[in-house]
């Protein structure tokens, strides 16, 4: 005869919350279910199965609609119950759209218990006029506008609020009578805006406001991750002179990756040609700060530039290289061959953050007349690798043929033997002037001494120099130079 163990408590325990829940499943049942609400967002769905709203999550996006009716097959029980769709008629039977049920994701159990908070508009007793609320876009569909906001009490596990909107209860401006619609075709799933409260009712209306820029909100968080761990490409570039032999001679390391080093490294000019015009304009072409521009024309047919040589292109490609190489076969690689590949990996994310802060702080701005990029040249300099700090500003007035181009340099140096140098070179009405800054009073003085041959070296090259000076201290931060976006952090921490 078959002698059954007895269950285990865990296992026990589970079974009884699954049949305390009012459900009663069993393995392969077929169960109705209606569905409650979406939330787009968090792939969660709330359905009523036997006559208890349970919340299900999709293991990958599922465009389900409120009131739809679903068939589930209980495909798991523990130890959480999963179901299978087998069947979800949509209200137009003859959708293109229809869904194949093969296709459709496992819906997950993810609680027994109703959501702790209602949509907001099935009790619109909560609003009160001229009140303003935060809110999430999750969805749009047809002229139904679905929202999100936070719980509004202390209690533990509350779920978000839900608001259900059609587009004719919104109106811009703060008046009930405003007639102007919102353009909700530019709301995204993810897109934050900022409710007011103009009418109350089974039918409340609403004032529709961004609640900030996005693309302002989406520089904030890329700041936030990028800021603690930048770097200057230079402790890169001297990791990969110094590792190559040793790189060269591991065989487990990947041809590919050798390759790729070794393109970087000859790709970075040394300071003799940076001193070359044609030489100076390569590197800051290809410097990475451009690539997603470059991207744009190429794929428009608006030029037919080359990226092979892009800085940005190749530190993306040599971090994508330095994971394959440390999730391959480890242990064919010696215990310092493998602390050198991770530690290259950590600066190459260094020197790819630095780069892209420096993207975000060359981005246009609408209230500045001027428009600047801001970049970290590296270069040779002998056998080590150092780097130049270059902002370049252009007056956006400037641009017509008949106004005379005006153009700024920041440079930022620190020279062998000599303090950290900054210049700023500014070009109006065809006369180069030149101010340099140093916190050393011995570097200002050097500076001074050679004035007059910068001055030799500009009439040389057909250029007009204007006036010269040298002071000790730092130069003011220019208007147009600064962080892309304000209050990023917070003084009073």
């Not at 303003?132 to 202390?154: E, F, H, M, R, Y």
């Not at 409340?204 to 991750?225: D, H, T």
Request: some cysteine; proline content about 8%; overall charge neutral.
């Amino acid at each position: 005869m078959d002698i059954n163990p007895p269950l285990s408590a865990n296992i026990q325990a589970t079974l009884n919350k699954v049949a305390a829940g009012g459900l009663n499943l069993k393995i392969d049942q077929i169960v109705d279910a209606k569905v409650v609400d979406t939330q787009i967002m968090l792939d969660t769905l709330a359905v009523k199965i036997n006559n208890k709203t349970v919340n299900l999550q999709a293991q990958l996006p599922i465009a389900l609609q409120a009131g739809q009716s679903l068939k589930l097959q209980v495909v798991k029980l523990l130890p959480t119950p999963e179901f299978k769709i087998i069947a979800a008629p949509l209200p137009n039977p003859d959708s293109p759209d229809r869904p194949q049920t093969a296709n459709l994701p496992l819906l997950k159990l993810v609680n027994l218990q109703p959501p702790a908070n209602p949509p907001l508009n099935q009790n619109p007793n909560q609003l009160a006029r001229g009140q303003q609320l935060q809110a999430t876009v999750i969805n749009l569909s047809g002229d139904k506008l679905t929202l999100q906001l936070p719980p509004t009490g202390t209690a533990p596990n509350q779920q978000p609020l839900r608001l259900t909107l059609e587009t004719g209860q919104l109106v811009t401006g703060n008046a009930a009578s405003a007639e102007a619609k919102p353009n909700t075709a530019a709301l995204k799933p993810g897109t934050p805006v900022t409710l007011q409260v103009l009418d109350t009712g089974d039918r409340p209306k609403f004032s529709l406001m961004p609640a900030g820029p996005a693309g302002e909100q989406a520089i904030v968080e890329a700041l936030k991750q990028l800021l603690p761990i930048q770097t200057t490409p230079a402790p890169l570039l001297n990791q990969l002179q110094q590792a190559m032999p040793r790189l060269q001679a591991d065989a487990s390391v990947a041809e590919t990756l050798k390759q790729l080093a070794r393109e970087i490294l000859l790709n970075i000019p040394n300071k003799t040609q940076l001193n070359q015009p044609e030489e100076l304009k390569r590197a800051v072409t290809q410097s990475g700060l451009f690539l997603e521009a470059k991207l744009l024309e190429l794929l428009s047919a608006k030029s037919d530039l080359s990226l092979r040589d892009d800085f940005k292109l190749k530190l993306n490609k040599l971090i994508q290289q330095l994971n394959q190489e440390l999730a391959g076969q480890t242990q064919d690689k010696t215990k310092d061959n493998l602390e050198l590949l991770k530690d290259s990996l950590q600066k190459a994310q260094g020197a790819l953050a630095k780069l892209t802060v420096d993207q975000l702080n060359s981005l246009p701005r609408e209230e500045s007349p001027k428009q600047a990029w801001s970049l970290e040249l590296p270069f040779f300099h002998g056998k080590y690798a150092d780097s130049v700090r270059l902002e370049i500003e252009q007056d956006k007035a400037g641009g017509s043929e008949n106004q005379q181009q005006n153009w700024a340099v920041n440079i930022t140096v620190t020279p062998p033997g000599l303090a950290t140098i900054h210049c700023r070179v500014t070009c109006y009405d065809g006369s180069v002037n030149t101010r340099f800054w140093s916190e050393a009073a011995d570097t200002v003085d050097k500076i001074n001494d050679h004035l007059d041959y910068l001055k030799q070296q500009f009439e040389k090259n057909g250029l007009s120099a204007g006036y010269m000076e040298a002071h000790q201290g730092q130069p003011k931060q220019a208007d147009s130079v600064k962080t892309p976006v304000a209050n990023l952090l917070n003084e009073k921490v």
